[in-house]
């Protein structure tokens, strides 16, 4: 199906979709050829303009995209079975494997809950004999693995599919495992972990300095281990990362942590602050360690409320042309000053929209039994955003429009490229001077840009200048994808916001993962009809005769193909989808959290004696 065929899309034009009437022949010649040229001008065929309220197809439509999803999937595993396992990954150009990810056999792992989510029976029980036979083996006595990696793909897959399935194989596998990865807590003083180890002899790799992914994201997997098996050592383990955190000082990035730690001081080791790569989980954790142990954990909400109360106020741009929302990386932050904004936005960080959708799902940001203002005490510069956000009349409503407008632009971002995909990095353009610091005078250059806070309250002192938008900039612009001609892309051309930096589509899951949230929570079908935009162009774009590859670049239609099918293809995009287009909704958002790697764990609360236990006040 192209992108303009579906019945149930309108085209936005003015107030409504195109009618051609009947008219003296001039004039309908006049029509035809206004809208041929309108049409050249504006759309592109593989690019469609999803309206803020979009006529909702019947449920049997959501069904059979939801079967296509699912057909999807058989093919990646087949091809995935029949030329890579018991190995790690498929390469799907040359119907090859790679053992990338400890050679345990990662994408049979990850795929587990999927399978069972998707009802396939045959699949899974060939899969879990596969997995039942991995010993944790490495080639040499010096070889170690991923951490974080192994945590958030093997660790949370055995979890994840034994809370699915009630099969305690698969729960004994992951406590044999967090057993073998133990050793990360035995250097520098044993609260973070470091970021390698052998499961085989404990040997382990990694410095004194890493990131806040790295070593902060474990909690989700920890906490349900130690449920599922009653260990204290798994929640001391998840315990002792969340206290580490809460205790440090963070006045110097408005009470977010920013990428860089020291693991023997326990504190931030830089300013850099980021929702992308090396940050994005353990800002993620902060909320779904809340919501996992049914909203008992009140340290970590309010981390969660500075970090987001910080991006919100600081780390989010309005673009110069179309008004498209973006969250950004700054560095180089002082008490006294905020960061430089870098004005990128990576693939990675469009999981945002969906974090902050479903805290406004899940939480009562209207009625925190918290003092905002008060939370921002001591925080220098930074207390100006917390006092701002404070006077606004509604948390959730602010919430959700950032949700909507970050959503709204990770698609636009696809629907610019010619092959329907979203690039791996891009950098906006900005208004103002990019300088940041102290000019000549002593007065202070912010780095340019327009940030949204100022924009919305700006809009809200003098709505009469925004041509009565009900919404801040921003936040529902429904805007025209863009799509570069050829010699546009060779030399860079001005109509769109934004420049791409990477070209390369990695098959990642994050803007439809938002998609997913932002249809649960809203209800509005464009999120699910971009989403079916987007697995329309995988299917054209990346798919092969035993799998599906990356894309060296979005910019071109049928271009070069990586040899790589990453396992979170399985585990996460394809979920993410199936997900969001099935009629039911087997994993409710309301019972279930995802950890970073989309393996979805119970809801579930200490009862009197394991808190006894485990020394939970």
């Given at each position: 199906?192209?992108?303009?065929?579906?019945?149930?899309?309108?085209?936005?034009?003015?107030?409504?979709?195109?009618?051609?009437?009947?008219?003296?022949?001039?004039?309908?010649?006049?029509?035809?050829?206004?809208?041929?040229?309108?049409?050249?001008?504006?759309?592109?065929?593989?690019?469609?303009?999803?309206?803020?309220?979009?006529?909702?197809?019947?449920?049997?439509?959501?069904?059979?995209?939801?079967?296509?999803?699912?057909?999807?999937?058989?093919?990646?595993?087949?091809?995935?079975?029949?030329?890579?396992?018991?190995h790690?990954?498929?390469?799907?150009?040359?119907?090859?494997?790679?053992?990338?990810?400890?050679?345990?056999?990662?994408?049979?792992?990850?795929?587990?809950?999927?399978?069972?989510?998707?009802?396939?029976?045959?699949?899974?029980?060939?899969?879990?004999?596969?997995?039942?036979?991995?010993?944790?083996?490495?080639?040499?006595?010096?070889?170690?693995?991923?951490?974080?990696?192994?945590?958030?793909?093997?660790?949370?897959?055995?979890?994840?599919?034994?809370?699915?399935?009630?099969?305690?194989a698969?729960?004994t596998?992951a406590?044999?495992?967090?057993?073998?990865?133990?050793?990360?807590?035995?250097?520098?003083?044993?609260?973070?972990?470091?970021?390698?180890?052998?499961?085989?002899?404990?040997?382990?790799?990694?410095?004194?300095?890493?990131s806040?992914?790295?070593?902060?994201?474990?909690?989700?997997?920890?906490?349900?281990?130690?449920?599922?098996?009653?260990?204290?050592?798994?929640?001391?383990?998840?315990?002792?990362?969340?206290?580490?955190?809460?205790?440090?000082?963070?006045?110097?990035?408005?009470?977010m942590?920013?990428?860089?730690?020291?693991?023997?001081s326990?504190?931030?080791?830089?300013?850099?602050?980021?929702v992308?790569?090396?940050?994005?989980?353990?800002?993620?954790?902060?909320l779904?360690?809340?919501?996992?142990?049914?909203?008992?954990?009140?340290?970590?909400l309010?981390?969660?409320?500075?970090?987001?109360?910080?991006?919100?106020?600081?780390?989010?741009?309005?673009?110069?042309?179309?008004?498209m929302?973006?969250?950004?990386?700054?560095?180089?932050?002082?008490?006294?000053?905020?960061?430089?904004?870098?004005?990128?936005?990576?693939?990675?960080?469009?999981?945002?929209?969906?974090?902050?959708?479903?805290?406004v799902?899940?939480?009562?940001?209207?009625?925190?039994?918290?003092?905002?203002?008060?939370?921002?005490?001591?925080?220098?510069?930074?207390?100006?955003?917390?006092?701002?956000?404070?006077?606004?009349?509604?948390?959730?409503?602010?919430?959700?429009?950032?949700?909507?407008?970050?959503?709204?632009?990770?698609?636009?971002?696809?629907?610019?490229?010619?092959?329907?995909?979203?690039?791996?990095?891009?950098?906006?353009?900005?208004t103002?001077?990019?300088?940041?610091?102290?000019?000549?005078?002593?007065?202070?250059?912010?780095?340019?840009?327009?940030?949204?806070?100022?924009?919305?309250?700006?809009?809200?002192?003098?709505p009469?200048?925004?041509?009565?938008?009900?919404?801040?900039?921003?936040?529902?612009?429904?805007?025209?994808?863009?799509?570069?001609?050829?010699?546009?892309?060779?030399?860079?051309?001005?109509?769109?916001?934004?420049?791409?930096?990477?070209?390369?589509?990695?098959?990642r899951?994050?803007?439809?993962?938002?998609?997913?949230?932002?249809?649960?929570?809203?209800?509005?079908?464009?999120?699910?009809?971009?989403?079916?935009?987007?697995?329309?162009?995988?299917e054209?774009?990346?798919?092969?005769?035993?799998?599906?590859?990356?894309?060296?670049?979005?910019?071109?239609?049928?271009?070069?193909?990586?040899?790589?099918?990453?396992?979170?293809?399985?585990?996460?995009?394809?979920?993410?989808?199936?997900l969001?287009?099935?009629?039911?909704?087997?994993?409710?958002?309301?019972?279930?959290?995802?950890n970073?790697?989309?393996?979805?764990?119970?809801?579930?609360?200490?009862t009197?004696?394991?808190?006894?236990?485990?020394?939970?006040?």
């Amino acid at each position: 199906m192209s992108r303009f065929s579906s019945p149930y899309l309108r085209l936005q034009k003015g107030s409504g979709p195109y009618t051609l009437y009947r008219k003296p022949i001039i004039y309908s010649s006049l029509s035809i050829l206004v809208l041929f040229l309108l049409f050249r001008q504006t759309y592109h065929p593989r690019n469609v303009v999803l309206e803020s309220h979009v006529v909702a197809p019947p449920p049997e439509i959501w069904d059979d995209r939801a079967a296509a999803v699912k057909r999807a999937f058989l093919h990646a595993y087949s091809g995935y079975e029949q030329y890579a396992a018991p190995h790690d990954e498929l390469r799907p150009m040359s119907d090859s494997y790679i053992n990338n990810f400890n050679g345990w056999g990662v994408t049979a792992v990850d795929s587990l809950d999927t399978m069972l989510l998707m009802k396939l029976d045959d699949e899974y029980a060939r899969a879990l004999a596969q997995v039942s036979n991995i010993r944790f083996d490495l080639p040499t006595q010096t070889t170690t693995v991923s951490y974080f990696e192994t945590v958030i793909r093997y660790l949370g897959g055995f979890l994840s599919a034994y809370a699915l399935s009630a099969d305690h194989a698969l729960l004994t596998l992951a406590e044999e495992l967090a057993i073998k990865l133990d050793p990360v807590f035995n250097n520098y003083g044993g609260v973070f972990p470091v970021s390698g180890v052998n499961t085989q002899t404990g040997y382990t790799s990694g410095g004194e300095i890493a990131s806040i992914a790295e070593m902060g994201t474990l909690q989700m997997e920890y906490l349900y281990l130690a449920k599922a098996t009653g260990n204290k050592r798994w929640f001391d383990r998840a315990n002792g990362v969340m206290q580490a955190f809460a205790k440090a000082d963070l006045s110097q990035t408005g009470g977010m942590m920013p990428v860089k730690w020291n693991l023997t001081s326990l504190t931030p080791y830089d300013t850099h602050l980021s929702v992308a790569g090396e940050g994005d989980s353990a800002h993620e954790y902060l909320l779904k360690q809340y919501l996992l142990t049914a909203k008992t954990d009140q340290k970590s909400l309010e981390m969660y409320i500075r970090a987001t109360t910080h991006i919100l106020t600081n780390l989010l741009y309005v673009s110069s042309q179309r008004n498209m929302l973006y969250v950004t990386d700054t560095d180089t932050a002082t008490f006294e000053h905020p960061g430089r904004p870098k004005h990128n936005l990576d693939h990675l960080a469009c999981f945002l929209p969906g974090l902050l959708a479903l805290g406004v799902h899940t939480l009562p940001l209207d009625d925190l039994q918290m003092d905002l203002k008060a939370l921002g005490e001591g925080m220098g510069w930074a207390t100006r955003g917390y006092t701002t956000l404070a006077r606004q009349p509604s948390l959730r409503e602010m919430h959700l429009w950032a949700a909507t407008g970050l959503a709204e632009t990770c698609y636009t971002l696809y629907a610019d490229q010619p092959t329907g995909l979203g690039p791996e990095g891009v950098q906006f353009r900005f208004t103002g001077s990019p300088k940041w610091g102290p000019d000549a005078n002593g007065t202070w250059a912010d780095g340019g840009g327009r940030r949204w806070i100022d924009e919305v309250e700006a809009w809200r002192a003098a709505p009469s200048l925004w041509s009565g938008r009900a919404l801040p900039p921003g936040v529902t612009e429904d805007a025209k994808p863009i799509v570069w001609t050829e010699e546009e892309r060779r030399k860079g051309g001005v109509r769109r916001d934004y420049g791409v930096r990477m070209t390369s589509y990695l098959l990642r899951p994050e803007t439809v993962e938002s998609l997913y949230i932002m249809w649960r929570v809203t209800g509005e079908t464009r999120w699910r009809e971009m989403g079916w935009q987007i697995f329309e162009a995988i299917e054209r774009e990346t798919r092969t005769e035993s799998g599906y590859a990356s894309v060296a670049s979005v910019e071109v239609v049928g271009g070069f193909k990586s040899d790589s099918m990453p396992s979170y293809f399985l585990a996460e995009t394809l979920k993410y989808l199936y997900l969001l287009f099935v009629n039911d909704d087997p994993v409710p958002l309301d019972s279930w959290v995802f950890n970073t790697e989309a393996h979805p764990f119970p809801v579930f609360q200490w009862t009197q004696s394991e808190k006894d236990h485990f020394g939970i006040v």
